[in-house]
């Protein structure tokens, strides 16, 4: 009699045929697929699959879910989650002081940029200063200019109008970083060094202990979670008589007190308290130790002294008499300002 069945042979080769198949199915997935932090489309901030090639998209332009983050370690390989992206407001000035420039140049020289922003109610800009920027290698190629109107208000109540750009500033900065994340300088602050040791924590600014935070410089992912409970104070809670209640009174002491963790504090390398005096009185060689300096340029000239019967407070400062100045400013000034060679 003869046997009836499949050849044990060709049993083997259909097996053979079947592994080959799965094992290759799984080297063509491994080669899209890899794992690392933050890199989910809508994802905790510590969890798993990054998409390669075409597909990536970087970790500041996904949702990421921050309950849990360290914002002492940053993120556990160092990686980036907050863009290179840095922003000013300008509203209803189409032209430039020196010291914004300066602090735009000071941003696109140490900083480096993948863009530059300039948020504005304004058409365009122009004035010698502008024209140094435009001037200046690498301006053009980062710069954005998008369209804002100033907030006039928020959550129903007005902003006060005296103070319409100041406070609608304080406004418009939460509306941008929320928007796009990134590197926000107010138009005094300059940069001294990279910011790129901040990218990795959700959101940073400076905060001297028992002072009020400041918000003159700030880092942030967009999904950042103080950014929408300092956005969210203002709910019922705006209050139009005073100046930094909202901007920075407020949310430090009814949100950062308690939840310190919302954010990477830095005490004084943001140089945001107590440098006035040694920055226009003083060449203070330590200037470069820091990362950033809010210059007070609305305040310069409140409790300074003159530095002799010519070099003198107040002063508005420009691209001629600032070099005169033998202080710690013109010093800050020289290192990015392209002044003519002497």
Not at 69 to 96: C, L, R
Not at 106 to 121: I, M, S, V
Not at 212 to 228: P, S, T, V, W, Y
Not at 240 to 248: D, E, I, K, T, V
């Amino acid at each position: 009699m003869m046997r009836s069945g499949v050849p044990k042979s060709l049993i083997v080769l259909c097996v053979a045929i079947v592994v080959y198949s799965v094992v290759l199915t799984l080297k063509i997935l491994s080669t899209n697929l890899s794992c690392r932090a933050t890199q989910c489309a809508r994802t905790t901030c510590n969890s798993s699959v990054e998409v390669k090639d075409d597909l990536y998209v970087p970790p500041w332009e996904r949702y990421l879910d921050f309950e849990g983050f360290n914002n002492d370690s940053g993120t556990q390989d160092g990686h980036y989650i907050v863009p290179n992206y840095v922003h000013f407001v300008k509203f209803g000035q189409a032209e430039f002081s020196f010291v914004h420039a300066v602090c735009v140049l000071a941003a696109l020289k140490n900083q480096r940029p993948e863009k530059l922003f300039f948020h504005t109610d304004l058409e365009g800009f122009r004035g010698k200063y502008w024209d140094v920027m435009m001037n200046t290698t690498g301006f053009k190629e980062v710069l954005v200019i998008k369209k804002m109107k100033v907030p006039s208000e928020i959550f129903g109540q007005k902003l006060q109008a005296k103070w319409k750009n100041y406070h609608g500033g304080d406004v418009a900065r939460l509306q941008i970083m929320m928007k796009y994340g990134g590197i926000y300088l107010d138009s005094d602050s300059y940069v001294v060094r990279s910011l790129d040791d901040f990218r990795r924590y959700e959101m940073t600014l400076g905060w001297f202990f028992g002072k009020d935070m400041g918000n003159q410089i700030l880092l942030a992912h967009k999904d950042a979670r103080f950014l929408r409970l300092w956005y969210e104070s203002y709910k019922d809670n705006y209050d139009p008589s005073l100046w930094y209640y909202n901007a920075g009174t407020y949310p430090t002491s009814d949100i950062l007190v308690d939840k310190p963790y919302l954010v990477h504090r830095v005490e004084k390398l943001f140089g945001n308290y107590g440098i006035k005096w040694k920055t226009y009185m003083t060449d203070f060689p330590e200037w470069r130790d820091y990362y950033t300096f809010h210059l007070l340029s609305s305040r310069l000239n409140r409790g300074l002294k003159n530095l002799s019967k010519t070099l003198k407070y107040p002063v508005v400062f420009n691209d001629v008499n600032v070099l005169k100045y033998p202080v710690a400013f013109r010093e800050m000034c020289k290192a990015v300002y392209p002044f003519p060679e002497r």
